[in-house]
C-alpha cells in the first residue's frame, strides 16, 4: 500500500487518504464513455480526488493494468487539471520516444464527464517503484551527498527539456519529484500550476508557500531561474537542512552548499536560468568532490 | 520502468539554445528615456566627491575578491551595452558555481565621453549581493560620444587607481580583477579639469594615461575586453592601442552574450583554476560558440602563457 500512497501528492498539497470508498464516485466514472473503474479513492484534496482505477475489460489486480484517476471536484480544480493536461501533452508530443518521456508522467487519457457538472479527469499510468521526495525524506532525513548529486541532475535534466519548451513546472516540490531508487531516476508530476515563461505562478500550495521565490510572492514573471530556485530547495530539504533559510548541515560539502545557494540569490536576474548549462557546472564539482561517477544505492523500504 | 536506462547525458544530444536574457533592466535608463528622471548619473553611481570604493572583508565575505566590470555605454557599442546589462547579473553565481572565486564583490561602472556628454563616468559600490543588478540598473546608457575612436576610459582607469580600496591586495596581497569592455580607445592623458569637474579631485597636471594604467596595475589585473557587434570591432587602431596599454590582457569577444563566461574562464584561468586544455570544452559546455571558444581561448592562451 505504501506504494499507492505516494501518489498522494500528485494533484498539489493538502491530499489525504481516505478509508472508504466513494461510491457515488464510482457511480458516476463508471457511467462515462470512458470505461474505468475506480477501486479505491486513494486522496482527497482541496480541488480534486486521486483514484486507483482499472479499465474494466482488465484486471483489477494487476499493477501492470492499474490507472491513477485524478478527479476535479470543484471548478478550480477542472481548470488546474486542464492546465494538466496541456502542458504534459505538449511535452509528452515533444519528448516522442526519447528518454525524456521517463520524467514525466503518462498521461494517458484525459476527458470531460457528461452531466450538469461535468469535471475533468487525467488518466495517468500507474508505476511501481517510485517515491515522492517527501518520502524519501520521512526515511532518510540527511540524505548523503552522492545521492543529492543524482537526483539534482535529473531534475535539471527535465526542467532542462520542459524550459526549451517555453514551460515552467511552477511547482518543483517534494510532493512533486517522484524518484525510482532502484534505477536513479525520477519524474516530475502535479503540472496543474505549471505556466508558460514569461507568466505569473498563482498555484502555490499553502504548505509549501515560503519556499517560492521572491517573484512568486511578488507576482512578478516567473522564468526558468523560478523552478531551478525551487529544486535547490528540494536539495536542502534532502539534505536535512532548512530550505526556507538555506541552512544546510556541515555535512554537505561547502562547495556544494555555495552551488546551491547561487540558485538562491534574491534577484532571478542573478540566478543561473539554464538547466542544461547548470548540469555541466554541478558535473565539474561533482568530478572534485567524489571523482568519477559511480552508481550509490538508496535504499527505501 | 525495469527496461529504462536512467541517464542525463542525453541531453547533451540536444541543440542548444541561446538562454534568455530576461527583462530590459536598465530601469533608469528607461525613466530618463520617458522624462521620468533627469537627464544625468543617478547619483548612487555618480563618481564625484567619491573618496573610496571600497571592498571590504566580513563575516558573510571572509576572503572578499574585488571584481570590477565598467564599459562603454556610448553609440559606438550599438546594442552591445543591454546585452552586457542583460547578462552581467549572472556573473556572481558563475564566478561562485565554477569555483574561481568563493566571495567576489563585484563593482559595476559605465563609460561615456567626458567631451560631449551628460554622463562620462558611472561607478557603482563593490557589492556581493542584489545591489549588483541594482546598479546595472541604474545606468544611464549615453548613447553618445564624439565622431571619433576616443572615449573616456582614462577617468575611469584613474578612479579605479585612486578611488578604490580591496581587502583582497590590501590585506592579503591578491590583486583584483577589472574589465573594461569597450570599442574604442582612452584619450592620451587624464586631463587636470576633467578630473576636478567629474571626480572632484585637483591634479597639479594631466596625467599620461600610461602612468595611471601602471598605478592601477599595482592593485587590479586590468583587462581590455573588444565585443564584436561594435563600431570598432575590425578597427586595427583600437586592438593596436590596448595592446600597447595591456599586452596580453586585451582580449576579443565574438559573441556579447558570452561576456560572463569570459570574465569567469579569465579569472579561472588567473586564478590557476582552468585547465588550459580543456578551456575550449568548458567555454563550449558553458553556451559559447566553437568559435567564441576557441576565440576566448586563444585570448586566455596568451595570458596563461
Redesign the interface.
Known amino acids: 500500500m505504501n506504494s499507492f500512497t505516494s501518489v498522494l501528492s500528485w494533484l498539489c498539497d493538502g491530499y489525504w487518504p481516505l478509508a472508504d470508498e466513494d461510491e457515488e464516485l464510482v457511480v458516476r466514472i463508471r457511467d462515462v464513455r470512458h470505461r474505468y473503474t475506480p477501486l479505491r479513492l486513494l486522496a482527497s484534496g482541496d480541488t480534486a480526488d486521486i483514484h486507483l482505477a482499472a479499465t474494466a475489460e482488465e484486471s483489477h489486480t494487476a499493477m501492470e493494468t492499474l490507472y491513477l484517476l485524478k478527479v476535479a471536484h470543484v471548478p478550480e480544480g477542472n481548470s488546474n487539471l486542464d492546465m494538466e493536461r496541456k502542458a504534459l501533452r505538449t511535452l509528452l508530443s515533444v519528448a516522442g520516444n ?3 518521456r ?1 520524467y514525466l508522467p503518462e498521461l494517458v487519457d484525459s476527458f470531460r464527464t457528461r452531466g450538469r457538472l461535468p469535471q475533468r479527469i487525467n488518466v495517468f499510468q500507474w ?3 517510485f517515491s515522492t521526495l517527501e518520502q524519501v525524506h520521512e526515511q532518510h532525513p540527511a540524505l548523503d551527498g552522492r545521492h543529492l548529486a543524482w537526483i539534482f ?2 531534475l ?2 527535465v526542467l ?2 520542459v524550459h ?1 519548451q517555453n514551460l515552467l513546472h511552477g511547482a518543483v516540490l517534494p510532493c512533486h519529484a517522484l524518484i ?1 531508487a532502484a ?4 519524474q516530475l508530476v502535479g503540472w496543474g500550476g505549471s505556466v508558460a ?1 514569461g507568466q505569473c505562478i498563482r498555484n502555490v500550495p499553502a504548505r509549501y508557500q515560503d519556499w517560492y521565490p521572491p517573484e512568486v510572492q511578488q507576482q512578478r ?1 516567473a ?2 531561474a523560478t523552478d531551478l530556485f525551487l529544486a535547490a530547495r528540494c536539495l536542502i530539504y534532502l539534505a536535512g537542512g532548512d530550505p526556507v533559510t538555506n541552512r544546510m548541515p556541515d555535512a554537505v560539502p561547502r ?1 556544494m552548499q ?2 546551491l ?3 538562491l ?10 538547466a ?6 554541478f558535473d ?2 561533482l568530478y ?1 568532490l567524489y571523482g568519477p561517477p559511480k552508481f550509490h544505492k538508496l535504499t527505501l523500504t | 520502468m525495469g527496461t529504462t536506462r536512467w541517464s542525463d547525458d542525453h541531453y547533451r544530444d540536444r541543440a542548444r539554445l541561446r538562454a534568455r536574457t530576461g527583462k530590459d533592466a536598465f530601469e533608469y535608463d528607461h525613466a530618463i528615456r520617458t522624462g521620468e528622471a533627469d537627464c544625468t548619473v543617478h547619483p548612487k553611481m555618480n563618481p564625484h566627491g567619491v573618496r573610496l570604493r571600497e571592498s571590504r572583508d566580513s563575516d558573510a565575505h571572509p576572503q572578499s575578491h574585488a571584481v570590477a566590470v565598467l564599459f562603454d555605454v556610448t553609440g559606438s557599442m550599438q546594442g552591445v551595452p543591454r546585452v552586457l546589462q542583460a547578462h552581467l547579473p549572472k556573473l556572481m553565481g558563475l564566478l561562485i558555481r565554477k569555483g574561481y572565486l568563493d566571495h567576489p564583490q563585484i563593482l559595476i561602472g559605465a563609460i561615456g565621453d567626458a567631451t560631449c556628454d551628460a554622463a562620462p563616468l558611472q561607478v557603482g559600490q563593490f557589492e556581493s549581493g542584489i545591489e549588483i543588478e541594482e546598479d546595472l540598473g541604474k545606468l544611464y546608457l549615453e548613447g553618445g560620444g564624439g565622431g571619433h575612436i576616443t572615449e573616456s576610459y582614462e577617468l575611469a582607469l584613474y578612479f579605479m587607481a585612486r578611488h578604490t580600496s580591496i581587502d583582497c591586495y590590501e590585506k592579503r596581497g591578491q590583486r583584483g580583477y577589472l574589465f573594461v569592455i569597450g570599442d574604442e580607445i582612452p584619450y592620451a592623458k587624464v586631463k587636470r579639469k576633467e578630473v576636478e569637474a567629474i571626480i572632484g579631485d585637483g591634479l597639479q597636471a594631466s596625467l599620461p594615461v600610461e602612468q595611471v594604467v601602471a598605478e592601477l596595475q599595482r592593485s587590479y589585473d586590468v583587462y581590455h575586453v573588444l565585443p564584436k557587434m561594435t563600431s570598432n570591432w575590425d578597427n586595427p587602431a583600437v586592438r593596436r592601442r590596448w595592446v600597447e596599454l595591456l599586452g596580453q590582457n586585451a582580449l576579443r569577444l565574438e559573441e556579447p552574450a558570452a561576456i560572463c563566461e569570459l570574465i569567469a574562464s579569465t579569472i579561472g584561468v588567473a586564478e590557476g583554476k582552468v585547465d588550459l586544455e580543456h578551456l575550449t570544452d568548458d567555454l563550449r559546455e558553458a553556451g559559447s560558440t566553437a568559435t567564441v571558444a576557441q576565440a576566448v581561448r586563444n585570448s586566455l592562451v596568451e595570458v596563461g602563457e
Open positions: 526519447t528518454t525524456y521517463d508505476k511501481a517503484g541532475k535529473r535539471l535534466t532542462g527539456f526549451r525510482h534505477g536513479h531516476g525520477l515563461v514573471p522564468s526558468p562547495q555555495r552551488f545557494k547561487t540558485c540569490l534574491e534577484s532571478a536576474a542573478m540566478r543561473p536560468d539554464d542544461w548549462k547548470l548540469i555541466e557546472d565539474d564539482l572534485a
